[in-house]
């Protein structure tokens, strides 16, 4: 069983997961790539998984066998798991509670050669799709304060499974990125009357600098102050604030974004490692007088994408001082990434 | 000429180089490792650093010539400069300022083949001292908010020249993880009338699971929400704010400890890349009024050295979220490196 532990100096929740035998040599970083051979996100191999929570499959094809083009499955070595009690309880000056939430994996594709940037915009769609179908499912589940959804791809970004895959992270408090956002685009909306993320895309596309793609319906931008080299942000231009609610030709718009730019990311930086987390608003609970009850209002937040590249590494000075170092200016990314078509078929 | 830029949505500050010629290629994973046949850190080659601005020499070497054991000399490509103005200033929405600061390189020992686990005590006691004399002369120029002292030992860690060294960044607002814990100690202090480290460390010696060195003088524990593996804290056990008013006693047990447990994590983890972080008080700044006030009175704050090996990756659900995910417990990573006296001499 995990545990979220509170660190009274640093004001940070670790989730320390003690439930699964670690040995220090599993640290070290000569320590092989786990082998594939026998992949179990494949077709074929769906007994090698928990029982799918979700798929899209062709009529006809039973649950947990081949057919299926996205399928949404238990991890099988969850980090946060569904059953018991959160238990939050001081231990000494610390503060600690059990590891509840889910931990679900999303296949992206039955085929085991093809990354995201290789997909149709039908398929990124369908992934989107299955996004926003176990959103609304796990929502249902009051316990959590935030689902979180994101993908690695490539071994530096986390993917130690090379099939396309992203995951979803149900948490029992909200996550504290999340909550300065939310906090940020509620302050910004209560002086001012409008969207935080809605006026800096008009400076955005007023500027221009820094946009990679627009077509009206998504903006691409290399972030102003970006924290990491070609680090980039995908926003519908129509206001809204949660993914879950959105309609399939908003996201076959945001699919079609995103591939555009998976695609350029791989033929021009060659396939870098990289991050994407979706951010959008949690799930309603209006419960007030309960402290979290701000979470309970969020039209005010304005639903995005975040893709980071995994180019740099984070040194003493970053972990140490909270600044961010990036040697690539955001204007400088924004124009190589915008600058070429990186397949004539975009 | 770099620049802080504050992201709004995220509330951040990031220090932007703009002053470094960077290709998208320069950022591609299979980059070359920077050559060393001509280590500018090596004695014979002091005209390849700028001017040194302190060593230890041994009498009748001239500065700038070999015949030193610790060198701390300017960053020959500083990401901060010590001339010019802050001009901190609104772009649209986003804020910006010059990148005032200042960036130094301690070489911690003329010898290109020895690490700082290789050192004995007294060496490693002479680049504390380089950096107690830095600090000293640094905090003299008032622009600067904080004197940030860390070490990247490996190329994963950060360190692309093998040589031994550490750095020194002065920078012109508090950073934001100093903030923090100078605000909860002195939130802890307000309604305890005592430390929170104090607090802490005799919490964590009467419970004894986390704690990998004691000689009565330091202290060092794997903390309770350790976010990374192995992770590391040493702590003075005689209360004390400001590691720059620390005498020569109090920097030779610091020393002890240290390489105490830089050898242990060499001998027992592969010699892993790791990073440490000197976190002390901010200079004195008495000025009522002031929006950081807060940080002329910090002898509620408790002076310590973190050391973080690197031998996991921050990926899409840590950076997203805030959460670290921990999959070595505290308590077993202070047993493995509790268990075994590295090499008899210690």
Known sequence: MSEFRWDPLKATWVITANHRAREPRDFFLDRQKIQTSACPFCPGHEGKTPAEVFALRQPGNPANGPGWQVRVVPNKFPLLRIEGELNRRADGHYEVMQ?????????????HERAMADFSVTEITQVLQAYRARLLDLRRDTRFRY??????HGFEA???????HSQIMAVPITPPTTKVELNLCRDYFRANDCCLICDLNAQELNDGRRVVYDDG???VVAPYASCFPFELRLFPQRHGHDFALQDDAELEACATALRNVLRRLRNLLRDPPFNFILHTAPPMQPRPGHPDYWTSLPFD????????????RIAGFEWGSGFFINLMPPEDAARF????DPDGSL
């Not at 937040?301 to 740099?312: A, D, G, N």
């Open 99 to 111: 590891g509840i939430g889910a931990h679900e994996v999303v296949i992206e594709t039955p085929d």
């Open 147 to 152: 689902l979180q959804i994101f993908k690695n």
């Open 158 to 164: 986390g993917a130690p499974l090379p099939h396309a």
């Open 217 to 219: 319906r998504f903006l």
């Open 301 to 312: 937040y304005h639903w995005h994408i975040e893709l980071v590249p995994r180019l740099s």
């Open 337 to 340: 990434l915008r600058g070429t």
